[in-house]
């Protein structure tokens, strides 16, 4: 789509005065770590959460795919709302804690389905079996192409067996399957954040990498926001902007104080 211009947004922020910020982690703020277990703070993204958040004209919600406390440790900054496993677990500005599920109604049916991935993963090299409590995801990166298919295939197929498709949604990607609850759904988390914590007249912006922030594109653009995919190369997308990589992402957010007109 990428129907804006840098100035376009520009001016669209300095007339709002306010901006209610949603930023994916992983690819958009930072490149990949090599597991999702790999949870290492780095410094320059703490600090610049930091200043967004102490910000009288902005609001932050981190809004990511990782458990909560992975993300606690990642941005471990007051201020900020934290948001893991797509919105399943949420973490206040004032450090509430908040399950949108129950994780009693959840849990049985996804020790079925891990007991059942493991025994296919096997000794097979290049997987990983991410459990984030509320979710199970099933790594591939590092393993034989023709070798990920297949058995993301079959993991596929063994979800489908075990889960009810009115409480739980397969999330996919390049070698990558996910199991969750429905919630576990960016766009309607943005959704629920956006009617549960209102802050009329601010300019809400999402930055995101990957087809689970297409979902929140959509949401945020309805409202009269704007949508900034961060990526490589151009794609189709619901987006109104792209930034060519987390580097970019990072510098672009560190101009916008400037932007409202007012210093820290």
């Given at each position: 789509m990428m129907a804006l211009t840098a100035g376009h947004i520009a001016e669209r922020m300095a007339q709002a005065g306010r901006l209610w910020l949603f930023l994916d982690y992983d690819g958009t703020l930072a490149d990949f770590a090599p597991t999702p277990d790999h949870v290492n703070a780095r410094p320059e993204i703490v600090n610049l959460i930091t200043i967004l958040a102490e910000h009288p004209r902005i609001r932050v919600a981190v809004v990511s795919g990782r458990r909560l406390s992975h993300v606690e440790a990642l941005v471990p900054v007051t201020g900020a709302l934290l948001v893991g496993t797509y919105g399943i677990e949420l973490r206040t500005p004032e450090g509430r804690r908040i399950n949108r599920v129950g994780h009693e109604a959840i849990r049985p049916v996804l020790d079925r389905i891990k007991t059942r991935w493991i025994e296919m993963m096997g000794e097979r090299h290049g997987f990983f079996l991410e459990d984030k409590g509320w979710a199970l995801a099933l790594h591939a990166r590092f393993a034989d192409d023709a070798e990920a298919e297949a058995v993301l295939?079959?993991?596929?197929?063994?979800?489908?067996?075990?889960?009810?498709?009115?409480?739980f949604r397969v999330l996919g990607g390049h070698k990558f399957l996910e199991i969750g609850p429905k919630l576990a759904h960016?766009?309607?988390?943005?959704?629920?954040?956006?009617?549960?914590?209102?802050?009329?007249?601010?300019?809400?912006?999402?930055?995101?990498?990957?087809?689970?922030?297409e979902e929140a594109f959509g949401v945020v653009r309805a409202c009269g926001g704007i949508a900034i995919l961060v990526a490589a190369r151009p794609r189709e997308t619901e987006a109104d902007y792209r930034l060519e990589s987390p580097q970019a992402a990072r510098q672009w957010l560190e101009t916008l104080p400037a932007h409202l007109g007012i210093s820290r």
């Open positions: 295939e079959d993991a596929r197929s063994v979800a489908a067996e075990l889960v009810a498709s009115d409480r960016k766009g309607k988390t943005v959704a629920y954040l956006l009617d549960r914590y209102p802050w009329p007249g601010a300019l809400p912006i999402y930055l995101g990498d990957d087809d689970k922030d």
